[in-house]
């Protein structure tokens, strides 16, 4: 594993997650698992360079989560008793790259944080996540080396906080490289819709 010395949302930081690309947020989209993008968005994207634009209403978003993330670190810090530090890494090979919202010293536990929403806190006081956030945490494992993940939906609050301990999926972990493999493949072979003339 590689530590890069970028902080989260700066331009250092997505110069590095354009060059390596396989990322752990983009896992669930090349599995058909997300429910923002279809997997072929993403590979439209990927063939193309072409992402739609940030919408100031997500920017609010984006920015709102992370000042809750920043709050949600403290408590969970208070929680297990040790800083969490948030951290960018790739594999060895450069192939896969992850970003944390906070990792121990050590390096054995991870911390995952999402914008309260009631339907997230269900899933997790049911015990059952979607895909589209097992994907993400399953490759930040397979890049860290994680033991757990603290995976936790607050708005920063102890009053609005639910979160779950998260060990891996192993099946899930051993297929990431075949599945970024052939995701590569696709982008390869990819043809753009043809634009028909109007008469």
Known sequence: MIIHDVQQGSPEWHDLRNRVKHTASDLAAIRGNSKYKTRAQAIKEAATGIKPEISEFQQRRF???HATEAAARTIVEQMIGEDLYP?????DDG???ASSDGATMLGDT???HKLW???LVSQIRSGKLHPMYTDQMDQQI???GFDK??????????EKFAWLGYTGDKESIARIRADWAQFDEDVASYQP???????
């Open 63 to 65: 920015d709102e989560g």
């Open 87 to 91: 951290a960018t890494a790739t594999t």
């Open 95 to 97: 192939y896969l790259l």
């Open 110 to 112: 991870g911390f995952e």
């Open 117 to 119: 929403n009631e339907e």
């Open 142 to 144: 397979a890049v860290f």
């Open 149 to 158: 993940i603290i995976f936790v939906c607050s708005d920063g609050t102890k």
């Open 193 to 199: 819709e043809a634009i028909e003339s109007k008469p």
